[in-house]
């Protein structure tokens, strides 16, 4: 009687193939079974939400700013607050989701997305789903495109605002030069 407790079978949710009742993840086709993970949390609302957020700072805050104001470092900083707040949410994510023995590092995937934003935040939002969460990939990719160019086209604004007071300033003190020597 207990030997037939312990080779108790099911079929896979997702397959149909008979596995262990006890399985977390199922041995033919990888995907796991929903009741035996014992914790799952999903943060992908707050994955897409931080540059969510970016995005609105970047137009309602640093594109209304004067020159005075320093724009540019308040543009980086949102920037790095991004990339750092969405490594940091997908490493908690991944250590409070899958069982240790199933998913990679947590440290790892924080120091890709870190340092490899562009190609690594995608990444995890699509490799969720190994995970037992939901992929991600096509809203990333949107906000990760609306991001991008957002701070390219603020930069350059910018940039190009403060050319135009250098070349009024140059004009001025040329002026002011001919006004001398004339005199
Ligand atoms: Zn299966």
Request: contains cysteine; negative net charge.
């Amino acid at each position: 009687m207990e030997s037939f407790e312990i080779k108790e079978n099911k079929k896979c949710q997702d397959c149909g193939e008979e596995i262990l009742s006890t399985a977390r993840k199922c041995k033919y086709c990888g995907s796991f079974m929903e009741e035996n993970l014992s914790q799952k949390s999903d943060y992908g609302l707050f994955l897409l939400a931080v540059p969510v957020s970016a995005i609105f700072l970047i137009w309602f805050w640093v594109g209304e700013m004067t020159l005075i104001q320093n724009p540019s470092s308040l543009l980086n900083l949102i920037i790095v607050f991004t990339i750092f707040a969405t490594a940091l949410i997908a490493g908690l994510e991944l250590q409070k989701t899958s069982p240790a023995e199933d998913r990679p590092n947590p440290i790892i995937w924080f120091f890709y997305i870190c340092c490899f934003w562009l190609a690594c935040y995608p990444l995890y939002l699509y490799k969720r789903k190994d995970f037992g969460l939901k992929s991600l990939i096509i809203p990333g990719m949107l906000l990760l495109v609306l991001l991008t160019s957002s701070y390219m086209y603020v930069w350059i604004s910018i940039d190009k605002h403060r050319n135009e007071i250098k070349s009024e300033y140059n004009e001025s003190v040329e002026q002011i030069d001919q006004f001398f020597q004339n005199w």
